[in-house]
């Protein structure tokens, strides 16, 4: 029998876990660092991060920021760890294993959500930006940093035409930006494009 969605993903990213932060680590450094920062700048802001990875947000976060990092994969958030480990100052984001569709968090919990490089991984993107949504605070942001389906013609052939292809190593190029914000009940303030190509979106979103 083949793996379901989770697990497929799960395996795929506790085989990449070892080589990630050297395939996709400075590659998509800026778009995280420019994600962190556009959190609020307030003492005491409970922040959830989903995919967490190996911890390459970690630094760009305040000394004194309360995060809470959440993955799938069980290698990955080894890698978190020691990673972590080896940071000065230390800095301590609690780390969970948990499933971004089933959130083991209460319902308004987090004044900002953020979600780098997850959203076209996940099976459901719109179940997990339903429970993004769900944990978040009526008045708090939800942070989406990806790679949308291009709204240029020949770009969004592009996209469909890989995304079969990259689905096979965990992560899929045909996501639509208005139909995940539509479906999730969420509303983008800003859509910026990041990295270098810019084919990485960063969307500041309120509940809808």
């Known amino acids: 029998m083949p793996p379901s969605g989770n697990q497929f993903i799960q395996r795929a990213y506790d085989r990449l876990a070892s080589v990630y932060d050297f395939f996709f680590g400075a590659l998509l450094q800026p778009g995280r660092v420019r994600a962190v920062r556009s959190i609020p700048s307030e003492p005491g802001l409970r922040v959830l991060e989903l995919g967490i990875g190996t911890g390459l947000t970690v630094p760009c976060y305040p000394p004194d920021s309360n995060v809470v990092g959440i993955d799938l994969s069980p290698q990955m958030l080894a890698e978190a760890k020691r990673n972590i480990a080896r940071m000065e100052p230390p800095s301590v984001p609690k780390l969970v294993l948990?499933?971004?569709?089933?959130?083991?968090?209460?319902?308004?919990?987090?004044?900002?959500v953020i979600a780098p490089y997850v959203m076209s991984v996940v099976p459901d993107a719109i179940a997990v930006g339903r429970e993004l949504r769900r944990v978040c605070k009526p008045d708090g942001r939800i942070i989406i940093l990806n790679h949308f389906l291009s709204e240029h013609s020949i770009g969004r052939r592009f996209d469909r035409l890989i995304s079969p292809l990259t689905s096979r190593i965990g992560f899929r190029t045909d996501l639509s930006l208005r139909s995940l914000l539509t479906g999730a009940g969420l509303r983008a303030v800003t859509v910026n494009k990041v990295n270098i190509p810019a084919i990485w979106t960063l969307v500041s979103c309120v509940k809808e």
Do not use: I, K, Q, S
């Open 98 to 112: 948990a499933d971004g569709a089933r959130l083991p968090f209460a319902d308004e919990h987090f004044d900002v």
